[in-house]
């Protein structure tokens, strides 16, 4: 399959490189401000060599790559929040060319959900985004397999740099700010981590959950529209303010506290939960979990890898492959 990529940050560039070891190749790559496009296949290597110099990746320009010879455009650029652009727009170009689309930019499924199925419904293409959920975990398939109209909740522990410093402050008695800045050393974490210590990034992928949870029951778009769930809609508390000293509470009561994020079809909650000290969510690290909760199977438990760009290529190009 041909593949247009957009983004060549570390999703991106990951994507582009492992392709051909998937059977696919890459006709067009684009950052911010350049691109390479070439209906023949795309010199990957080249390209994010000239990149890495601090050149272009290419001499074309970026709406050169969304206007490209592919089957399916890769969307990873960066999550943007409310209207969702530039991604919402990538996703709607391609579609209206009757091509397919794989996300691992969140924004479009989060803040658009309804409309990226309206513009699905009216194009001969089809929209995937595994990536966009917990990484190399495959969260949405798995629910996807089950029977979305069965499953009651999905919730998890969905970021791993929340986790990395939760887990740090528990074992070894560390106050949020040393463990913080250990983790940005560690490239752990961002120089600005409010995306994922305010609880905004596991959120966004509970809001993406939640939606497909409630789109299981609707029978139209319209009823759809009526009930698709944005960022504004979940209940979101992130774990600045937690005391070194409530970690050390929790575990003398056999407990240790996570980040905590659960999609249901009454909304999405996302915020510090005591959990059993030995329990299933309390992965360390930056590991994830997912639980569902399904109607005959019980609860299924799933954990992984839920960032890093070869990881999350591994979802992007999972979703690919259910398009041949």
């Known amino acids: 399959m041909k593949l247009g990529v957009l983004g060549a940050g570390a999703v991106g560039r990951s994507v582009a490189t492992l392709a051909p070891e998937y059977g696919h190749e890459v006709t067009a790559l684009a950052d911010s401000s350049a691109a390479v496009v070439d209906a023949g296949g795309v010199d990957v290597d080249a390209a994010l060599a000239r990149k890495d110099a601090g050149d272009p990746l290419g001499d074309a320009?970026?709406?050169?790559?969304?206007?490209?010879?592919?089957?399916?455009?890769?969307e990873a650029t960066p999550t943007t929040l409310g209207d969702a652009e530039p991604g919402f727009s990538h996703v709607r170009a391609a579609l209206e060319r009757d091509r397919h689309v794989v996300l691992a930019n969140k924004g479009p499924v989060a803040e658009r959900y309804a409309e990226v199925r309206e513009l699905e419904a009216d194009s001969a293409g089809e929209v995937y985004f595994e990536a966009t959920v917990g990484g190399a975990i495959p969260v949405c398939a798995t629910v996807d397999d089950l029977g979305a109209k069965h499953?009651?909740?999905?919730?998890?522990?969905?970021?791993?740099?929340?986790?990395?410093?939760?887990s740090r402050m528990a074992a070894e008695g560390l106050d949020y700010d040393h463990v913080l800045a250990e983790a940005q050393d560690l490239g752990v974490a961002e120089a600005d981590p409010s995306f994922d210590v305010e609880g905004t990034d596991a959120a966004l992928k509970c809001v993406i959950l939640a939606n497909v949870l409630r789109e299981a029951d609707c029978d139209s778009l319209d009823e759809l529209r009526e009930v698709e769930v944005t960022l504004a809609d979940a209940e979101v508390e992130g774990i600045r303010d937690i005391p070194g000293s409530a970690l050390e509470l929790a575990a003398e009561d056999g407990r240790t506290v996570r980040l905590v994020g659960e999609a249901t079809r009454d909304g999405v909650n996302v915020g510090p939960r005591l959990v059993p000290e030995n329990g299933t969510l309390s992965v360390t690290g930056t590991r994830n979990i997912v639980e569902i909760d399904h109607e005959y199977a019980g609860e299924l438990a799933i954990s992984g890898r839920g960032a890093g760009g070869e990881e999350t290529a591994s979802a992007v190009l999972a979703d690919v492959a259910r398009l041949e």
């Open 61 to 74: 320009e970026p709406g050169d790559a969304l206007a490209g010879e592919y089957d399916a455009l890769v």
């Open 151 to 166: 499953v009651s909740a999905v919730r998890g522990v969905l970021n791993g740099t929340a986790n990395f410093v939760l």
